[in-house]
């Protein structure tokens, strides 16, 4: 797999009023709050620590998304066994592959 190129990072807007609960979808960023690119998560469940108010940095993660059918498929997904992947905790010892995504 080929990895793509990416335009420039995305400014934070963890303000916006969406909180990370189950079925969202929020952008996976570094420690510098702007640094969002092209990388995201969905939360499996409610991940109130991630918002804005709550978070350590003070800065949060900005929820942009939600899940609107097909939630059994990321719980699925979340039951796969994971390790450890040059570097990284908690990785799917196996590749998950989307295929296909439907915008409602």
Do not use: W
């Amino acid at each position: 797999m080929k990895q793509k190129a990416t335009k420039g990072n995305i400014k934070n807007e963890s303000f916006n009023g969406l909180t990370n609960l189950r079925g969202t979808i929020a952008m996976a960023r570094t420690p510098d709050p702007d640094s969002a690119s092209s990388q995201f998560f969905i939360n499996v469940k409610d991940n109130g620590f991630l918002d804005k108010a709550n978070s350590g940095d003070g800065a949060g993660y900005c929820v942009f998304g939600k899940v609107t059918s097909g939630m059994e498929v990321l719980d699925t997904i979340e039951g796969v066994q994971t390790g450890n992947k040059m570097g990284h905790g908690d990785v799917p010892n196996e590749d998950i592959t989307i295929l296909s995504v439907i915008k409602a």
